[in-house]
């Protein structure tokens, strides 16, 4: 059994009173990469659906194109290790760039190297951009629990397909690139949603899941938004009670 929240005792303040209590946290552990037996990275990360992390973030820094390319995937039995087997070769990046964020990862990947978006007829009325992002908020298992924790989906126009939660948010977007490579899930123009904010590397995920829309209940960066209106991306922030932000290619909301 993999934990994923721990207790705590802890010493609680509140209106000039103190008491001791029990309380919850999200683990955050280190877990390895290693592909092809040569150890990479290692993530920082909460330890569930550690396949769909090492696989997602190997597709999204385009070292891997499929799930074809995967001779297997192993998780060690104290889960601090993910081993990935391909059937050919590999060059480790020597380049790895950190980013952005607390409990940030890493990338090599190249902005030329993604495709825009290609223009499509996905729309979406702005009540159901508010339902997707409600839906999001009742995928929060562990957010319940402790706290402390993302979580990102995927979803079409008409519902969330599947989420996971992670201490990074750039982990959460790996998770569900892997899970879609593992699960074999494919989907016509993929809507992204995320608690977490939208930086450059985010954006970057999306875009290698072709995703049309990304939507976060927070905040994006500028370069983020620079990105998101070259790569053909509706970026929307702020996505929260009944109100929302469109930051880039606003053709995918209909307004009236």
């Known amino acids: 059994m993999i934990d994923t929240i721990l207790h705590s005792s802890i010493r609680r303040y509140s209106h000039g009173k103190t008491e001791y209590a029990e309380d919850d946290v ?3 552990q280190p877990v390895s990469l290693t592909v092809n037996g040569k150890v990479w990275l290692t993530f920082m990360c909460t330890p569930i659906h550690l396949e769909a992390l090492a696989v997602g973030f190997l597709y999204n820094e385009k070292i891997i194109t499929s799930a074809a390319e995967i ?6 039995e104290h889960h601090d290790n993910v081993d990935v087997w391909l059937n050919r070769t590999v060059t480790e990046p020597t380049d790895w760039r950190r980013t952005s964020g607390c409990t940030g990862g890493y990338t090599a990947a190249v902005l030329e190297d993604i495709h825009p978006i290609p223009k499509d007829q996905l729309t979406l009325r702005p009540e159901k951009i508010l339902a997707l992002t409600e839906g999001l908020q009742g995928t929060q298992d562990l957010y319940k629990k402790s706290g402390g924790v993302h979580a990102s989906a995927l979803a079409v126009s008409n519902g969330i397909i599947l989420y996971t939660e992670d201490v990074g948010r ?3 977007l790996d998770k569900i690139a892997g899970r879609m490579l593992l699960e074999k899930i494919a989907v016509d123009h993929p809507i992204l949603l995320s608690t977490g904010r939208i930086s450059s590397e985010m954006l970057q995920k999306a875009a290698r899941l072709r995703a049309s829309l990304l939507i976060s209940r927070t905040s994006p960066t500028s370069m983020s938004v620079e990105l998101a209106e070259k790569l053909g991306v509706t ?5 929260r009670g009944h109100r929302f932000t469109v930051y880039t290619h606003p053709q995918r909301v209909v307004w009236e």
């Open 26 to 28: 999200i683990v955050e």
């Open 71 to 76: 001779e297997d995937v192993r998780v060690c």
């Open 170 to 172: 750039h982990n959460t």
């Open 235 to 239: 970026l929307i922030g702020y996505a």
